[in-house]
């Protein structure tokens, strides 16, 4: 990792920089296979399959009997502990729902908003170096919490022509009824656009690599919604004296080992944790299958000494990051000072690996900086919202002249008209 010792502020703009893909420069190719899946449908979908897949598929859907009997094929602690989490996820964007209130913003004058969900949501879950079935628990269950009509889900095969088994367990458990075997910018442009087999949707969710994540740009410049820009993955730690040199490189590993790109801070305030965690990260990494991948990430991570816990705060703040651990000893008042983070994770016994899996909390989040401006996957994700509003008589009588004032104001004759006619009456 990288040492700054007491960076000027002139310097933070570089150092909350990070290193981003060159989505500018995959959509030649993003637009061929869009190109070709619009025009062709399934026969193109199946011929990028086994163009960039390296496998070949007569039919992308699997079979309601393979998802009935996925469960069988994990261990049962797995399908455990996946319930456990799916209950937590339930329970904490259950929360979330909100009722409808009227109001009455001058007598006679009633007006609510009704949160509707959107009618067809298509989830994209990545195949690669892991099965990501927590991220099904994390996309389908607010999804049909919120009410979505039409979940869908397209997951890339491996080069057996298989899913593995936790990820189909993981869309039972959510109740998604169709699961596609379609990967990478195919999975996304035979959503957007529909094909004979994969419904057209009006929403995509999920994380991806570049080429996912440049797909999901093109598309939602003119055809359907996507959840957020995505990123490589990150983690800030903010630690003092009090925190566990262990414990915070830990948290930092837990981070790296996502991708070569991930990209790990700690900031602090104490000197003797810059030596002290190294250590233990070198001790720790030695023994992880993904070291590799680790170390890389850790190469052009860094490591920031501050003199003030205020000074730690206003950098993390400026940063946005998309995972804060605070392992301090006054964590609950640092909380309250951060503006701008994905999701806060609060003292020496919460490590990140819970958000990401099992707490509830939804581990979908902003990266790359856009914490300052979005928020993390939500039941919202998934509404949008009506307004409505109903006007007495009497009502439009005392607002009606206000409206015809404005109305004339802008010069829109017939605005002001349409109020008239009626007060007239
Ligand atoms: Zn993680």
Redesign the pocket.
Known sequence: MQTYRYPPKESWDQLTTRATADYAAKLPVVEEVMQNIRARGDAAVREFTTKFDKVQLDDFLISELEIANAESQIKPDLALAIRTAANNIRTFHEAQKTTVQKVETQPGVICWQKNMPIEKIGLYIPGGSAPLFSTVLMLALPAMIAGCKEVILCTPPDPSGKVHPAILFATKLCNVKRVFKIGGIQAIGAMAYGTETVPKVHKIFGPGNSWVTAAKQYVSINTCSIDMPAGP?E?AVVADISANPAFVASDLL??AE?GPDSQVLLVTTEESLLEKVPAELTLQLEQLPRKETAASALGHSRMLLFDSMETVMEFINEYAPE?LILQTADAHTLAEKVTSAGSVFIGHFTP??AG?YASGTN?TLPTNGWARSVSGLNLDSFYKKITYQEITKAGLQQLGPIIETMAEAELLQAHKNAVTIRIKK
């Open positions: 993955s983690l837990s981070q996502h995972h990140e690996s990401d581990h």
